[in-house]
C-alpha cells in the first residue's frame, strides 16, 4: 500500500503526540504512579487525591453515582477510594493526565456520552463476566481514549472519516490509512506507557476485532454493545443486541440491562472531567 505525504506526516504527529503526552494536571499524572505501587492503600492514594479538588469532586460524585451503588452519600475522598477501587481512581486519573480537558483542542462529538455509556454497561454486566466492578468501568470510560487523540492530530481528517458515526472495524481501517494508528491502538499504547495492566491493555487494543478471549474483552465488547443500544448509530442496533445474545445475555433481559445502562451512564457522565 502507498503511504501519502499527509498520511506519513500525521502518524508522525501522533507518534509524537503519544511519546510526549504530557498531564494537564500534574496530581493526576502523581496519582496515576501511586495508585500503580502496590503498597499503597486507600489512605495514601486518598491524600494524594486531596491536593487537587477537581479531581476530589469528581471521584466523590462517582462515588454517590448509581453506578456504584451507594446507598448512603458519601463525603470522604478515602471512602470513596475503598468504594469506587482503585482501578476506577486510575482512571478517572488518566483521562485528566491525558489532557483531554484542554478545550483548543475539543474531542469529537459524543465522546463523553459514549465513554460513559459504555462505563455504565460495563459495570452492570462486569458480575457475568467475573471482573470486579471497578476494572470494568474503568475499562469502558477508557476504550475510546484514543479517538481523542487522533482527533487532536486533524480534526477535519477524523471528522471525516467518522460522518457516518460508525464504530466498527471498516472505522478503524480507515484510520489506520489516514493515521498509521487506529483509536484502539492509539490508546493502548498510552494506557501501556502508563502501566495499566497487560489484559487490560490488550482488551482496549482488540475491542473491535475481539475473539472475546478473556474476561476483560466480553465485558467490555458488552459494554460498548450496550452503550450503541443506548446512545447509537441506529446501524449498530442489531449487531448489539446479537453480541450480547451470543454472550449469554438473553433476549428478554436485554431491554432491561439497556434502561439500566442509560439510567446510570446519566449519573457518570456528570462526574466527568470534561
Request: a negative charge.
Given at each position: 500500500m502507498i503511504i501519502s505525504e499527509q498520511t506519513r506526516t500525521r502518524s508522525l504527529d501522533l507518534t509524537r503526540a503519544i511519546e510526549d503526552l504530557q498531564a494537564s494536571r500534574p496530581t493526576a499524572l502523581r496519582v496515576l504512579t501511586i495508585a500503580d505501587d502496590p503498597a499503597t492503600d486507600a489512605r495514601s492514594l486518598a491524600e494524594a487525591i486531596d491536593l487537587d479538588p477537581m479531581l476530589t469532586a469528581q471521584l466523590i460524585r462517582l462515588a454517590n453515582s448509581a453506578a456504584f451503588g451507594m446507598q448512603q452519600r458519601i463525603s470522604s475522598t478515602q471512602h470513596a477510594v475503598s468504594l469506587i477501587g482503585f482501578d476506577s481512581v486510575r482512571a478517572v486519573a488518566a483521562l485528566l493526565a491525558s489532557g483531554l480537558r484542554n478545550h483548543k483542542n475539543p474531542v469529537p462529538d459524543g465522546f463523553w456520552q459514549h465513554s460513559a455509556a459504555t462505563a455504565a454497561g460495563c459495570s452492570i454486566v462486569a458480575s457475568r463476566f467475573g471482573i470486579p466492578r471497578g476494572e470494568a468501568f474503568s475499562l469502558g470510560l477508557l476504550h475510546d481514549?484514543?479517538?481523542?487523540?487522533?482527533?487532536?492530530?486533524?480534526?477535519?481528517?477524523?471528522?471525516?472519516?467518522?460522518?457516518?458515526?460508525?464504530?466498527?472495524?471498516?472505522?478503524?481501517?480507515?484510520?489506520?490509512?489516514?493515521?498509521?494508528?487506529?483509536?484502539?491502538?492509539?490508546?493502548?499504547?498510552?494506557?501501556?506507557?502508563?502501566?495499566?495492566?497487560?489484559?487490560?491493555?490488550?482488551?482496549i487494543e482488540s475491542h473491535h476485532r475481539s475473539t472475546l478471549s478473556t474476561p476483560q474483552?466480553?465485558?467490555?465488547?458488552?459494554?460498548?454493545?450496550?452503550?450503541?443500544?443506548?446512545?447509537?448509530?441506529?446501524?449498530?442496533?442489531?449487531?448489539?443486541?446479537?453480541?450480547?445474545?451470543?454472550?449469554?445475555?438473553?433476549?428478554?433481559?436485554?431491554?432491561?440491562?439497556?434502561?439500566l445502562t442509560s439510567d446510570y451512564a446519566v449519573e457518570v457522565l456528570s462526574a466527568l472531567p470534561r
Open positions: 481514549l484514543g479517538t481523542a487523540l487522533l482527533h487532536s492530530i486533524d480534526p477535519s481528517i477524523y471528522d471525516g472519516l467518522n460522518a457516518d458515526n460508525e464504530d466498527t472495524d471498516i472505522q478503524c481501517e480507515l484510520e489506520s490509512r489516514e493515521f498509521g494508528l487506529d483509536h484502539a491502538g492509539a490508546a493502548a499504547q498510552v494506557l501501556s506507557s502508563w502501566n495499566f495492566p497487560a489484559a487490560f491493555v490488550d482488551a474483552e466480553r465485558v467490555l465488547v458488552a459494554g460498548d454493545a450496550l452503550a450503541h443500544l443506548v446512545i447509537g448509530p441506529s446501524g449498530t442496533l442489531v449487531e448489539s443486541g446479537q453480541q450480547l445474545e451470543a454472550m449469554g445475555i438473553s433476549a428478554d433481559a436485554i431491554p432491561g440491562i439497556t434502561q
